[in-house]
């Protein structure tokens, strides 16, 4: 089945650092890729998307390549602000029930960021 | 206005009561989903309806009965509640096309006591 996994948080960096998240997936057809963010007390949030292979989704700031080759969506800032602070999440979108008639997101386990002044 | 609206937004119950979280979307989208957020934030779907018609259903205990009286609207209701059914329950909805988003309500807090 779908899988993705993502790297282990937590993350912990001080104000205007780079960040890297790492996302990998396992897929059996051509799955949209996307990243949510869910800040502290909320609910989720589409950050971006990419939906076929080397497209880049950007947003905020963030950016993400979906590269086939390497099956990776990596999720990456230049400058992080201490209103990143949240969690992040890779998933991925394919058919899911009987037939395959609807779409279903499967997620990562998360990423917990913090960001210091 | 709020695309996907849920309520309620913090629920505390006993074991062994029912309770229902009610969710209703404007997007016009045909499919709508629920998702739970366990204690870890791992985030995993349940049921997926579509146009009121359940298409996946993901091995969740049938104490967890969703009803969809018509494609605006997906209800869950969950009898006999355990102290593990404490978690975050998300409904979302989405346009039936390929790789379109998924929208998210901003969730329903249900501790179990």
């Known amino acids: 089945g779908d899988s993705v996994t993502q790297m282990e948080g937590p993350v912990t960096l001080s104000e205007e650092a780079f960040l890297t998240i790492n996302c990998t997936y396992t897929?059996?057809?051509?799955?949209?890729l996307f990243w949510y963010v869910q800040y502290p007390g909320e609910g989720l949030q589409l950050l971006l998307k990419?939906?076929?292979?080397?497209d880049k989704g950007s947003n905020k700031g963030f950016e993400a390549t979906y590269r086939k080759e390497t099956t990776s969506f990596h999720l990456e800032k230049g400058s992080v602000q201490v209103s990143d602070s949240a969690v992040y999440f890779c998933?991925?979108?394919?058919?899911?029930?009987?037939?395959?008639?609807?779409?279903?997101?499967?997620f990562g386990k998360g990423t917990l960021l913090t960001v210091n002044p | 206005d709020t695309a996907v609206s849920q309520t309620p937004k913090y629920l505390v119950t006993q074991m062994g009561n029912d309770k229902s979280i009610k969710c209703e979307q404007n997007?016009?989208?045909?499919?709508m989903y629920w998702y739970k957020q366990d204690s870890k934030k791992f985030l995993k779907i349940m049921f997926s309806?579509?146009?009121?018609?359940?298409?996946i259903n993901e091995t969740v205990p049938n104490r967890f009965s969703p009803k969809s009286p018509d494609k605006a609207h997906l209800n869950l209701h969950i009898n006999s509640l355990e102290l593990g059914d404490s978690a975050v329950y998300f409904c979302?909805?989405?346009?039936?096309?390929?790789?379109?988003?998924?929208?998210f309500g901003e969730g329903s807090w249900l501790t179990v006591v």
């Open positions: 979302a909805s989405s346009p039936m096309s390929s790789g379109n988003t998924i929208y």
């Open positions: 997007l016009g989208h045909d499919t």
């Open positions: 990419a939906t076929k292979a080397d």
């Open positions: 309806y579509n146009n009121k018609e359940l298409i």
């Open positions: 998933a991925l979108s394919d058919r899911g029930g009987s037939g395959g008639s609807n779409y279903k997101l499967t």
């Open positions: 897929a059996t057809g051509y799955p949209s």
